[in-house]
């Protein structure tokens, strides 16, 4: 009895993210189809990839920092009373 009510819950959970396997001895489980994982591809990974988020932190990293950089080496270049751009004359 267990197994049918394992085996129905499992082709629940397992529609469109894998297929449901099993044998009469054994407990069915899901083979999934990426990105999902877990018994019943009850979970999905997505962008796991460790480049993706180092990325992603560069480039925050850069957006946030530089315009900050620049608003501080523009004042300090005013506070000198130096020209914004070099003098070529």
């Known amino acids: 009895m267990w197994w049918t009510v394992e085996l129905s819950r499992c082709a629940h959970h397992c529609l469109n993210r ?11 489980s899901c083979r999934c189809h990426a990105p999902f994982k877990g018994r019943y591809c009850e979970i999905e990974e997505v962008y796991n990839e460790w480049w993706f988020w180092t990325v992603i932190g560069l480039v925050g990293f850069l957006l946030i ?3 900050i950089i620049m608003f501080l080496f523009l004042r300090s270049q005013k506070k000198k009373g130096l020209k914004s751009g070099p003098d070529f004359l």
């Open 18 to 28: 894998g297929s449901c396997w099993g044998t009469s001895h054994s407990q069915p």
């Open 65 to 67: 920092i530089l315009p």
